[in-house]
């Protein structure tokens, strides 16, 4: 705990793809040092298997998956932290491990704009890891620029895969960059614990020069308006647009638009929306189909007052209008909010699970083959694998063309499955399912 203030310090590590996160992460929950740690792991894929790479500790460990943490998944952020704060007695600190694909701006700025988070919770600082032998491959991305520049300690990580004269170099390409941030040199992510925690490094003002809209929050959705409406039935009319469908949200909103926003956000968190057959007011998602033409969906209305609706795409690219009996109706109040970042859309993830066991023989064949065909596509691999004749899982790691694996614990009673993913660019789903599945035993 703060000396100061009773908000619980949180830590942010980012890095790209592979650089050692979780790694650190491990080495954080088994180091001594006395505190209680709460982990939350963000994930990019749909299958979560970094929750079964974190050693088992008595820590906490939260996963959220789905995208990247700095769009959408922010109000899944805000609620894991609401809830981690009703068993505030069960840890002294927080951990955020980010996607390696997240632009720490986002994740960090929910520290400061949101205002229950605010006030329970305080950035201590933003550590990056920097994957010494891979990162020139990335150097030119937002995601990489950003997770240097925002760093308040940055480990100079796998000093084992490159020389001395490259670690220099590299070095001075980072300080170019940001020459405030202590940095350190790293084997495995093993650093002393203080240096990585506790450092009170995390400054508002310098973000700021970083990023001159850094208090300007993103939001999962481009449009807000305020209607007073009278209880009656209604209408969204949309046209033809860019997009295949909308997700919506439609809040009582008796204190504006921008307080009924912060509920919006953790509404359009949510993983499945509810088809808009007739939308009513509440704080839920939903989504219209927009298969080509015009739709309409039906909103009902029980009690009269002022209610905010949100877009996920701005109304205009779809002529979205709302229909009331007596014609369309203009909005009170309304707001073009910030869109997201941009992401590179070519990057995507693989994930594959499959129940049963794996020959050996057949998977090293069948990896090799992909690592020579697509390995520059590749970014990241990771799995859990039951293999034939093997009582522990496999845990089995790959970053670029290098790929580790190793026995971890015992598969014991639990049902012997294998998961897998990829994360790059240019990944064939089917293909890559089907050549897993040809390596059962
Ligand atoms: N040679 C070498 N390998 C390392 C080092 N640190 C981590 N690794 C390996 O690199 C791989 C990736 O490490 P992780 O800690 O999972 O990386 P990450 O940043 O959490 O990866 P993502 O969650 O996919 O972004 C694993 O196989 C680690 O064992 C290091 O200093 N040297």
Known sequence: MNATTDRVPVTILTGFL?????????????????????????EFGEVGIDQDLVISAEEEIFEMNNGCICCTVRGDLIRILGNLMKRRDKFDYILVETTGLADPGPVAQTFFVDDEVREKTELDGLVTLVDAKHVHRHWGTNEVQEQIAFADVILLNKTDLVTPDELDALEARITGVNAVATVYRTRNSVIEVDRVLNVVGFDLDRAMV??????????????????????????????EGPDPAMKLALLSAPDGLSAAAGTAVRCFSEREPAAAGVVEPGARLWEAALPGGAVRVPVRIDRAGDYALFTEHHPDEFRA?????????????????KPDHEHDDAVSSVGITV???????????WLGGLLQTQGQDIFRMKGVLAVKGDANRFVFQGVHMLFDGRADRPWGGAPRTNKLIFIGRNLDRDKLTEGFRSCLA
């Open 18 to 42: 592979g650089a050692g996160k979780t790694t650190l992460v491990n080495h954080i929950l088994t180091a001594q040092h006395g505190k209680r740690i709460a982990v939350i792991e963000n």
């Open 210 to 239: 970083t990023d001159p809209r850094f208090l300007e929050p993103e939001y999962p959705f481009e449009w807000g308006g305020v209607f007073t409406l009278e209880p009656g039935d209604y209408a969204l009319v949309m046209q």
């Open 321 to 337: 209008e709302l229909h009331g009996p007596s014609g369309v109706l203009a909005a009170q109040e309304a707001h073009a909010y």
């Open 355 to 365: 129940p049963g066991e794996l020959s050996e023989e057949k998977l090293n064949e």
